[in-house]
């Protein structure tokens, strides 16, 4: 297994794990969101390598506050989930928010149908909007001091 940055040629293996995932974990009309995020606002993006092939994918990105890190975008490919490589990139993630100057939270903005992942970690529910994503799929945000954490 591993974790490296994610580069421009990793763009079209990442839309297919996406696209493996709708309808069941994500909606349609998210791929165009992912699309949109992928080229215009990630800060720091990561791929998982299993045998040179990508598995899982997910982000950091910085709260407008100065001290909260975002997890963002995780998807891992259907073949591959229950294996733990979305829990080895959430720890690589959350050990990298550590590292960084000033960072003292960690959020995530999820579904009703993976919220339950991040708890494990320490994160707690906040929010609830019932078909913020589309239709049958609710915003759940979660978060919580990144001294809190459990890895």
């Known amino acids: 297994m591993n974790i490296r940055p994610y580069c421009m040629d990793d763009r079209e293996r990442l839309l297919e794990i996406l696209r493996e995932n709708i309808p069941q974990y994500f909606a349609v ?64 993630r959350i050990e990298r928010m550590k590292q960084m100057e000033g960072i003292s939270r960690v959020s995530v903005r999820t579904s009703q149908l993976v919220y339950q992942f991040y708890e494990k970690f320490g994160l707690q529910l906040r929010e609830v909007v019932k078909d913020y994503w589309s239709e049958g799929f609710d915003l759940y945000r979660l978060d919580c001091g990144l001294d809190q954490t459990t890895l």
């Open 29 to 92: 009309n998210e791929e165009q969101d992912f699309i949109d995020y992928l080229n215009h606002h990630l800060e720091q993006y990561y791929v998982l390598e299993v045998e040179g092939t990508i598995q899982a994918c997910g982000g950091i990105n910085l709260g407008k506050d100065g001290i909260t890190a975002v997890i963002s975008w995780d998807v891992v490919a259907r073949q591959s989930q229950g294996k733990g490589y979305g829990r080895a990139l959430t720890v690589f």
